[in-house]
DNA sequence: TATGAATGAGACTTCATTCAT
DNA sequence: TATGAATGAAGTCTCATTCAT
């Protein structure tokens, strides 16, 4: 239904954006003529589809939230038991470092999204809803561990949320810090990732 | 032998740097006449001392993580108890967060300092240096719970330092979403973080 | 015949920009998307017509002063008598002040009319026209007020056109500077205006 | 004392804007970067004195009536005698229009001076000390007539104004149809002006 | 013929940096 | 050494104009 709610130009503007943070580009370092470029739009057309520059990286940010959010629900889905599962998140974490998407790494991993880019915090709705579908993932998971057997304690929802969440960030961190530690391999960054994942939900 | 490194003026800049962004600014929004107001020198001084704008507020980043891993530390030291020092780390992360400064949380709870501000990515050796002192606090703490006899099992060291920085996370994560999520008080965050850690180490 | 020599797109943008002059806005500062709007066109349309903007609004104006100059002289042909004509005169300028209708206004008592808009420079051959058409409206005034003995000096023609609108001008004035001067009500100020005339040409 | 009002950099800049607009460009078409090249002064330095370019010209045009209306008065008490100060008057409105100074020229001769460029709505305080300025020179020149019994009737202080600036305005209406009307010399539109004004006080 | 989505030239404005004092 | 007035490069945004439909 997507295709209804963004003209093509729209689409253009956004995925241009996006191409430009995958190249490394901050947000904040991002000039309208360099989306113009990237999107093949003149650059008035990006005025005619948004009120500014701010607005249009800011949807941009959602968009591509949205858009990856939904692709990390098919791809855990599509997996097959709870640690491969698991593995498959850290998968993409590490892919999302690895392509300087800070902003879905941060999605994933971290709160402070909206601190990332100031303009998002004119979408705190927006950025609710799609904490919301993370933790539909996160069910999605915990489910599939506990028909497994591979969880046996019953915690409170909160604390659920927040040991996988922790569990994510730790290996994130791990990636984060990759350039100071180069001693420890991402094999080995997982099998504790899941090691601690594990630990907190037994 | 601090006061020997920086003079008093490359002080002053620091800090007005930091009163910046504890108000909320966003690094990449800060201007340099707000830096000269801010610290009470003319906009030229700034150039006495540093070479662009971004190399001050580089700097300045890394001064206030250089004083603030201290307080952490001695804050940390000055607590009796395994519990009541990792109680501690959480509420200087709270702190920190309620002070607007997510560089500084970014420092102890999430491997991506450097693409909070891209012009930190040419100090990656200070980076490193403020790392492994974290690691200290780290050591301090585990070596506490280890006397105390409430962590138990020897993991190797990556493990253990990735048990501890993820269950700070996941209670940094709750702090982030806070705005989003208004049912768990900071006491239960605590808690849930304080039961990661210990399953963790367990 | 004049309903040959525009259509009627023609006619709709010119009474679109006569409208958004009425509104208040500076022919400087119409906008062609202003235009397009209040004529009920699209923007193209415009440029079907006309070669730029400066010339649709130009030739705006002009249209517009055709059209009043012979509404005027038909309102000062209805009256009776030199007295009644010329107050209707006064009566017509307080109207166009009112509504905004500074070009008109100029027209009438003002020969800077091609200043107020740099374009219609270009018109001078229409302006002149216009021009001797006013002339045309005084001479009537002047024969009704020769007729019934009110004017008794016969001077030169030019003398003559200098004392009539040299009284409209100085009630013009008086309505330009209503702001600034709240004492003097209408009446007194056509009263005064009246004085002037009877006295140049007596 | 102006020279305390203003600093050097203000009246460059105005100076600026005064000389664009001498060589007939008109408000509307002044650009920032052609001030900054008139005043000899960077563009940014426009905006270290002034808010926006409109608010620049609409006080370099208040500077140049406040400053034209004394250099017009000082040459009025300069002259000897009720009718070579009037005359006087006269020629400084042909200098104004043969200079395209319309703005100065609309000073003495229109009121509607604030329709010329919108932005001077804002102004309506000054342009009143302005318009009560040029009522003193007004005064002067009656106060000469009578003394000199050229002006013998004693009328109301709005009708003696009005018929100044009626007077004023016939000739200068000459002056903006020049181009329409060849065959009248100055000299005889200063005559017919002259006597317009005599019949008027007499 | 009529349109309005798209364009991009060019305007205004900001702000990092310089340099005379 | 310290300043802040001045600068102009570079950014955002507007809007007259075009052209495919």
């Known amino acids: 239904m997507e295709h209804n709610l963004y003209s093509e130009k729209e689409i253009a503007i956004f995925e241009g954006i996006i191409a430009l943070m995958e190249k490394g580009i901050n947000p904040y370092s991002i000039k309208v003529s360099d989306i113009a470029e990237e999107a093949n739009v003149g650059k008035g057309t990006i005025y005619d589809y948004f009120t500014s520059k701010e607005e249009a990286i800011s949807q941009a940010i959602l968009f591509g939230i949205r858009k990856e959010v939904e692709i990390v629900y098919s791809r855990i889905k599509d997996k097959e038991g709870f640690k491969e599962k698991f593995y498959e998140l850290l998968h993409i974490i590490a892919e999302y470092i690895d392509s300087n998407m800070y902003v879905f790494r941060a999605l994933l991993s971290d709160g402070g999204i909206q601190k990332f880019y100031e303009y998002l915090s004119d979408y705190k709705h927006d950025l609710c809803q799609y904490f919301s579908r993370i933790n539909h993932i996160f069910d999605h998971l915990l489910e599939t561990g506990f028909n497994e057997k591979v969880i046996t304690k019953v915690e ?12 994510i960030m730790g290996f994130s961190q791990y990636f984060g810090y990759r350039s100071f530690n180069h001693e420890i391999s991402m094999e080995d960054a997982m099998t504790a990732s899941y090691k601690l994942l594990i630990k907190a939900l037994n």
Chains 1, 2, 3, 4 share one sequence.
């Open 156 to 167: 409170d929802s909160y604390y659920r949320y927040m040991a996988i969440s922790s569990a």
